[in-house]
């Protein structure tokens, strides 16, 4: 590993350790045991999916309506994978290993070094980082049990935070701004109707409606409109 694939791994490292971290603190808070936070951290290994988990069932909602979240969140990876080039998987089981490595982060790698190292460079990045990932979950873990008031270090805040930051990374694009407001519309419906456990059906259901009617909406290639 070069001194500039090792900056960027540096860097990517830095990043995870404070939210896994912040995960496994307010997992404790939230009174999830170390056993569940830690498997949580290396199944789903996606920060926002598991704040999001975490968000539904604090807040009375079922595990169904928490997988479904989760793996609606998850569906971005889909776009990550196809752009993933096909010498990193040239077999079944690293294909399945690749899959659930993928983060984020993976799109930088794609042309973070030269081609001839470029499969090299993804497994040792995701492998590192994915151990990382665990490792701050652990810690948090840790550090949770030693503090009983988690709101005191605001890791209170994590999990808004983690809502706006996905909410900002859908902003700039029409589509998805527009599904965004109609989520947050229904679910502000649901909240005012006072039926609070249909708050995530509802957010889906709006965003739904918001990509549907945003479809609907551009015109058709080759009808004549501008």
Do not use: K
């Not at 056993?35 to 926002?48: E, F, K, N």
């Not at 983060?103 to 590192?128: C, G, K």
């Not at 873990?141 to 994590?158: K, Q």
Request: proline content about 6%; overall charge positive; aromatic content about 8%.
């Amino acid at each position: 590993m070069n001194r500039h694939e090792l900056q960027l791994l540096t860097g990517l490292l830095a990043g995870v350790l404070p939210h896994s971290t912040a995960f496994g603190v307010t997992a404790t808070a939230l009174g999830l045991i170390p056993r569940d936070t830690l498997l949580m951290s290396a199944t789903i290994y996606a920060g926002a999916s598991q704040f999001s988990a975490l968000s539904i069932l604090a807040g009375g909602g079922s595990v169904i309506v928490a997988v479904l979240t989760v793996w609606l969140l998850n569906l971005r990876f889909l776009i990550i994978g196809l752009t993933m080039p096909p010498s990193l998987t040239p077999t079944r089981p690293r294909r399945l290993a690749a899959a659930h490595l993928l983060i984020d982060p993976s799109l930088v790698l794609r042309t973070a070094t030269t081609p001839e190292r470029r499969v090299r460079f993804f497994w040792q990045v995701s492998i590192t980082l994915y151990v990382g990932w665990l490792a701050g979950t652990s810690l948090g873990v840790f550090l949770g049990s030693l503090v009983p008031d988690a709101s005191r270090f605001g890791f209170d805040v994590a999990l808004p935070t983690v809502f706006v930051a996905v909410l900002a990374s859908f902003w700039s694009h029409r589509p998805s701004r527009d599904a965004a407001l109609a989520s947050a519309a229904a679910s502000a419906a649901a909240v005012a109707a006072g039926t609070t456990r249909l708050v995530i059906p509802a957010a889906i259901l709006g965003a739904l409606v918001g990509l549907g009617v945003q479809r609907r909406s551009q015109p058709v290639a080759g009808d004549g409109r501008s």
